[in-house]
């Protein structure tokens, strides 16, 4: 088997490993590295050999970008402090905490080299967290703390992590210059995500076609990620940036088809980058455990004492946060989104699992410093941090659905029924205003106007039923059986016409281009049918 071979097992193992996890409860990214581990245990699968720097830049914007979409900058800036406590706060907590135990324990590893190992086993990963907490049913305040932290983290970890490793490499190091580069990256991050949403918003409303804005989404990520990293600034922060902007100003309304094909799109981007990421991190063990040369055991110990850091550190961290953040959060009643009981809190703590950025930031090591001597402790850096990955990722991940039902941590559906019967009420009074608007500008005839009334009532009661009496429950229902017999039935002749099309395209003479556009049509009939 080939590296080409093995990267379309990989795509193939994303798509099946989706419905297969749902079945079973558990993370599809889980799956996807427990079957990287079994491919790297079969002899006829060859090692990978993806260069380090390529992983971070080809893998995190486009599943950044796509985790993005789920979240608003309104959510991001009630849930600041939260985020903060986690993004920023924890990751320096856990990266010294990591660092003086590694340096410790790690007979020969330098004070820097042991911030670098804190710094890229400090951040929790983004997909890995996205992906968990979306299939359990948290309450949504915890999965936005979970995304916000994710989405975060990662660029207060890089940002360390490269200020470790050039002070190993070139063997001096300045607090006022990595304060100074902290700063100065995050600036430029943000103004380069800024420029590239406003210029990308700019082209969307000129190229119209929605085939051609989804492409010029799908470059967005990657042109914030490497314009901001030759500019010296956090590729992740210029994604995110230029990610919320677009979020928040590029979405046009009435874009229906554009919006559809592009949810979807983002969709398959994120299973199949996702599960080839995690797919990776599981074969990479093949490379991994040929680092111990004879010391498995040795360096296995240096690891368990890692995790535990890792892992006591998030919890002895989570519990106090939580609380302060609640205090807080009476004292000044703000909008935001905090773990509200200790059980909340102890199931983020499990939620902590490292992915993607780990990976790729411990396989970026420099073979080299600057003096031509061997980076100092890296083999046993990359072995600590996978065992750190392996342990979080697959053992938490594992076991995290059984503790959610354990503490019996579950969404207040009511809550989310009765947002969903507002919004619907709200969708529905905005219809009738605008027909009211229509009524006084144009002369309609009755039995059209009181057809659309109801059509308008419709728009709300489609949504949320729950919004109706039961009187009008029944009148409801009765139109909306023969509003389904009327799209079967629609549904059959445009399935009709669409064979005919079809059968014509094998017809001596027949344009493809033709059929083509013509078929188009008649999709996109059927997509706006009522």
Not at 133 to 155: H, K, Q, T
Not at 482 to 487: A, E, F, K
Not at 502 to 512: H, M, T, V, Y
């Amino acid at each position: 088997m080939d590296q080409l071979a093995l990267l379309f097992v990989l795509l193939l193992g994303a798509v099946v490993t989706v419905p297969l996890g749902d079945r079973l409860g558990l993370p599809a990214p889980v799956l996807m590295t427990i079957g990287g581990v079994i491919l790297a245990l079969v002899p006829a699968v060859p090692n990978v050999e993806v260069p380090p720097e390529f992983i971070l830049p080809l893998v995190l914007p486009p599943l950044l970008y796509a985790s993005v979409q789920r979240t608003s900058w309104r959510q991001f800036a009630a849930n600041v402090r939260p985020i903060l406590l986690l993004a920023v706060a924890l990751v320096f907590v856990t990266t010294a905490a990591v660092a003086a135990v590694a340096n410790a324990v790690v007979p020969g590893l330098p004070i820097a080299a042991a911030v670098a190992l804190g710094a890229l086993v400090a951040p929790p990963d983004p997909v890995a967290a996205t992906a968990v907490a979306g299939s359990l049913g948290l309450p949504r305040r915890m999965v936005s703390i979970l995304e916000g932290e994710g989405l975060f983290n990662d660029v207060t970890a890089i940002v360390l992590y490269h200020v470790a490793v050039a002070a190993v490499v070139s063997g001096s190091f300045s607090w006022p210059d990595a304060l100074g580069e902290f700063v100065l990256s995050a600036v430029v991050a943000v103004a380069v995500g800024l420029a590239l949403g406003w210029i990308t918003h700019r082209l969307m409303g000129r190229l119209g076609d929605a085939t051609l804005q989804i492409g010029l989404t799908l470059l967005v990520p990657f042109v914030s990620y490497v314009v901001a990293e030759e500019l010296q600034g956090s590729g992740v922060l210029a994604v995110l940036t230029a990610a919320l902007f677009l979020a928040e100003y590029a979405s046009d309304a009435d874009d229906v088809l554009g919006r559809l094909a592009g949810h979807t799109f983002w969709e398959v981007v994120d299973m199949l980058v996702t599960g080839v990421a995690f797919g990776l991190i599981g074969l990479e063990l093949h490379n991994v455990f040929g680092t111990a040369k004879g010391r498995e055991w040795e360096m296995a110990g240096w690891a368990v004492v890692v995790v535990a850091v890792v892992v006591g550190v998030r919890l002895v961290w989570l519990l106090p946060a939580g609380w302060l953040a609640k205090k807080l959060h009476r004292r000044r009643d703000y909008d935001e989104e905090i773990p509200m009981s200790w059980r909340e809190s102890v199931v983020m703590w499990w939620a902590g699992m490292r992915g993607v950025a780990s990976v790729a930031l411990a396989l970026a090591i420099p073979l080299q410093t600057d003096a031509g001597e061997p980076f100092p402790g890296r083999d046993q850096i990359i072995f600590i941090a996978f065992a750190v990955i392996m342990a979080t990722l697959v053992c938490q991940g594992l076991t995290l659905p059984w503790l959610v039902r354990r503490l019996g941590v579950e969404a207040d559906t009511d809550a989310g029924r009765d947002a969903e019967r507002q919004l619907a009420i709200r969708a529905a009074q905005a219809a009738k205003r605008r027909l009211k608007e229509i009524q006084e500008a144009e002369e309609l005839a009755e039995d059209l106007v009181e057809l659309l009334h109801r059509r308008a009532y419709d728009v709300g009661a489609r949504i949320s039923p729950d919004m109706v009496d039961e009187e009008r429950r029944e009148a409801y229902a009765q139109r909306v059986q023969r509003l389904h017999d009327i799209q079967r039935i629609q549904r059959e002749m445009m399935s009709a016409a669409r064979h005919e099309v079809l059968a014509a395209r094998s017809e001596p003479g027949s344009d493809p281009e033709i059929v083509d556009r013509v078929l188009r049509h008649l999709d996109v009939r059927s997509l706006r049918s009522p």
